[in-house]
């Protein structure tokens, strides 16, 4: 009897230990998965949503408009120069890039929003083939996992099968079922190599989290700042800074990424 009740005792302390990291764990992949929706796959959508297309628009004009009368003295400068005479500002250095800029300058929104449809794009199939590729449509395991993952549980819900949880609230039938027969020592280790496991899980969600808020405010001001980025490197002071054409594409592939 006294050996019943440790185990009994174990097996309701195990599962309140699993049930609770398990529900946080959840909840964090639940926060990851919405965001990856939103703030990933349907980005536009959002941002129309949140009514930031118009603002995002508006202020890259803005900057549009500085960038094209910048282009303009640049060609004033450059027809002075060779009025002049002056070779070193002359048509044959600086005319052609500074048509290409122009060109470009124009068209900045679009290409950036381009580049980070593309990096969405990707970032979902990576997503997708983790949730649900080891997910399998027969009996068993797998049917548990798409049942899971289809119940709003995200890929947290996959995590949970897989380690034999099947869900948060039916950690007493594992744990009685197998406790009984493998004795407390069983009990122990499961519930902390489980509920570790949740944990450090839940970190990784909550973590991931951040970064995609913080990489969704950053491509919002990449957007922004296309035009005025591509209309610096006519400027020699601050081409090659970190406020140049160059390290605003870095950062934009970096974001992305």
Do not use: C
Not at 11 to 16: D, E, K, L, P, Y
Not at 36 to 62: P, S, Y
Not at 74 to 100: D, P
Not at 108 to 117: G, H, Y
């Amino acid at each position: 009897l006294g050996k019943a009740a440790g185990w009994t005792f174990g097996v309701t302390i195990g599962n309140a230990i699993v049930t609770l990291t398990g529900t946080l764990m959840v909840s964090a992949s639940t926060i990851f998965s919405f965001l990856i929706e939103r703030v990933i796959v349907d980005f536009g959508t959002t941002l129309k949503t949140l009514n930031m297309t118009q603002g995002i628009d508006t202020v890259w004009t803005a900057f549009r408009d500085f960038g094209n009368i910048l282009i303009i003295g640049m060609f004033t400068f450059i027809a002075i120069g060779t009025i002049l005479g002056i070779e070193q500002y002359g048509a044959k250095k600086i005319l052609a890039r500074v048509l290409i800029i122009a060109i470009f300058l124009n068209f900045s929104l679009l290409f950036t929003k381009l580049a980070i449809d593309a990096s969405n794009f990707v970032a979902h199939q990576f997503y997708k083939a983790a949730s649900l590729s080891s997910v399998e449509t027969g009996a068993g395991t797998g049917a548990a996992a798409a049942d899971a993952v289809e119940k709003g549980g995200g890929i947290g819900a996959l995590f949970l099968v897989k380690s034999g949880v099947g869900s948060v609230y039916s950690n007493v039938g594992i744990l009685a079922g197998a406790g009984w027969s493998q004795g407390l020592g069983f009990i122990l280790i499961y519930t902390f190599t489980i509920s570790g496991f949740f944990l450090i899980l839940t970190g990784i969600f909550l973590y991931g989290s951040l970064l995609i808020i913080s990489r969704a405010f950053m491509l919002v001001i990449l957007m922004i700042t296309s035009a005025a980025a591509l209309a610096s490197s006519l400027v020699p002071a601050i081409s090659s800074g970190k406020f140049s054409w160059k390290a605003w594409l870095d950062t934009l592939l970096k974001t992305s990424l």
